[in-house]
């Protein structure tokens, strides 16, 4: 594993920059993507405030670029998008203008879905919560469609929430695979849960053969907001895509 695409620093809800920046170093990675979160424009649970990238960004860059000249490893200056349909000009028009090194699109909510909190789900039915898993993908496609972003991050978060794993089903990831084999936008192999009570990757990789029957390959991401789980992260993640099949690129090679 050459490039960690996918952590966080203080500039969302991270770790100080220029830790996780030793913490890629004391993993041996070549490179490590700095992957802010960013959300546009309000939503309805209240997290543009605490995600203010689009206020912060150049002084995020400022930093990086100081950061840059004390050691080895390569930095990029990117982020991470939640990506909310209706705000797709906003969201192009963003990105035109911060001219990020490359852009996770994820999908964090849709329409009246919070994808990051059991609490919505704990007392609705089966059909309920199969109805609020089919719209997150609903909105991953579209978020594929849209061409907005180089990298798709974490495709079935709702497999994160104990109420709402084990609702994602085999057609919801041939779906999103579909989407990606017509897409410039390649996507990730997330270590988010691996240590935690999902305790696999992201996608599930009882599903990695839905994307390599579409020629569909991947980029790797440890999701970490703190040095110790990248250091701890990194080499499961290699450990667990060692054996697999899906093809794996680096994300330079997305952006040549």
């Not at 695409?5 to 913490?23: C, E, K, P, W």
């Not at 939640?82 to 035109?96: H, K, N, T």
């Not at 919560?129 to 719209?135: D, G, K």
């Not at 907001?225 to 992260?233: A, G, I, Q, S, Y």
């Amino acid at each position: 594993m050459q490039t960690d695409i996918h952590t966080h620093t203080t500039f969302s809800d991270g770790s100080d920059l220029s830790t996780m920046v030793g913490a890629a170093e004391d993993a041996g990675l070549n490179g490590i993507g700095l992957t802010d979160h960013c959300i546009v424009t309000a939503d309805a649970f209240g997290r543009r405030s605490k995600y203010d990238l689009v206020e912060t960004y150049e002084r995020r860059r400022e930093l990086i670029e100081t950061v840059r000249t004390d050691v080895d490893v390569s930095l990029y200056d990117a982020t991470e998008m939640s990506y909310v349909e209706r705000d797709v000009d906003a969201i192009r028009e963003f990105l035109r203008t911060a001219d990020f090194d490359y852009t996770v699109g994820s999908v964090h909510f849709a329409g009246e879905y919070d994808y990051t909190s059991d609490a919505p789900y704990v007392d609705v039915s089966a059909e309920a919560r199969r109805a609020a898993v089919e719209r997150y993908y609903d909105a991953v496609v579209s978020l594929v469609e849209s061409e907005l972003f180089d990298v798709l991050g974490h495709l079935d978060l709702p497999e994160r929430l104990e109420t709402l794993r084990g609702h994602s089903r085999p057609n919801d990831y041939d779906r999103v695979a579909t989407a990606l084999a017509a897409s410039r936008t390649v996507p990730e192999v997330n270590a988010g849960r691996i240590n935690r009570s999902l305790g696999r990757l992201h996608p599930n990789p009882s599903m990695f053969s839905r994307f390599e029957d579409h020629g569909v390959e991947f980029v790797l991401g440890s999701d970490s907001h703190r040095p110790d789980e990248l250091t701890d992260r990194v080499p499961a993640l290699q450990a667990s895509i060692d054996d697999a099949t899906i093809e794996l690129v680096e994300i330079n090679e997305v952006l040549a």
